[in-house]
């Protein structure tokens, strides 16, 4: 008993090591054996934040906390999303230093001793393990489409937020607690982009080292991250270089929104071409492939925190196919009014068009999207 209530009283580890999990039960009593061996003689400990796994994890993870003092679990309920996990993690932490890895594996522990070893050396307020930088490399741990992707991704973030990281889209790196806790009320909890998200808030004012690394292959379960996440990136990056006016969320949002005129006109074109359609019935075809479309993207990208399935996303979509029909009615709307008084075509379809994103932006987050729905 007595020796309880010491434990409680143990000041801080010196080291922090936050674990986003989801779906991760096979792969974390692996890794917290494999943090045992690489941190021996480091006074160091694990927060688990799982989104309530439906694998178990939470269960695993409990398991190994009720004999493991270092092992600490949070359960969150009704989110989703690996950027909220680690800023949970990271504030429920009072040590000296945080670091942020992938729990399943993919992510080198054996450089986490390296990592520390220069932010001791108070040279640095952050480290970041980069599989771009000399010595680092993707490894097998990346197919060719997202290394392609992650290729462009990392020379956008170069250009656009000044970012002198090698490899941005990295999730793995340690800081110092103090600046992640400073930096923390201007993070976006959605999304998956952590450390550029940092980084970029940060403007050129963290002390900075890249160590390499090569990024191994999952052995367990499955990455919840696809290609089209990289949309998501998109969305970090923009909403950054904006300085934070517009939401991620909204700019996905209207990064879908532009695909869907793709999608629109192609479509068109192949209902008039091979349909054997009037113009009418084309276009009115074509807006709903475009919404349909924009529905299971939004779902899958814009809202993949509060992603409807099953019945859910059928209703989902028809009342996406509602506030679009209104949103169309709002542009048009207001392209009128401003036509009236200003006479520039461009001038006033973008305003109608801008309206018509706002008005489905905002009616969709509370109708199709609702929270908790
Ligand atoms: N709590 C929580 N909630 N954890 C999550 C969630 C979530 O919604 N989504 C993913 N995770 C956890 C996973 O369980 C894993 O521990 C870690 O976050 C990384 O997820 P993966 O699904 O394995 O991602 P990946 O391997 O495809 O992507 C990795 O490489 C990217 C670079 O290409 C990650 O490290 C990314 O951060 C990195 O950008
Ligand atoms: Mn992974």
Redesign the pocket.
Known sequence: MSEDINKKHAPAAELSII??????AA?VPILIDLLHKTLDGVDWEVIV???N?PDG?TEASRLIARKDPRVNVIR?IG????S??CIEGMLASSADYVAV????L??DETLLPKMLEQLRTGEFDLVAAS?MAEGGS?GE??SSL?AWG?NIANNLAQKLLKVSLSDP????FMMRREKAEEIAPKLSAQG????LDIVSSFSGALRIKELPFT?RE?QH??????TLVTFDYFGLLLSKYFGNIVSVRFLMFGLVGASGLVVHLLALRGFLTFGGLDFNWSQTAASFVAMTTNFFLNNKLTY??RRLRGLRALWGLLTFYAVCSVGVLANVGVANLVYEENTYWWFAGTAGAIMGAVWNYAASSSLTWRKNA
């Open positions: 674990l986003p999990t989801f779906n991760e792969n934040v799982d989104d796994s994890t969150r989110r989703r999303g690996l909220g996990a890895m992938d729990a399943d993919q992510h599989r993707v741990g990346l997202r992650s889209m990295s999730g793995f998956f982009k952590i450390l990024f999952r379960g499955e990455s919840k991250l696809d993949r925190d």
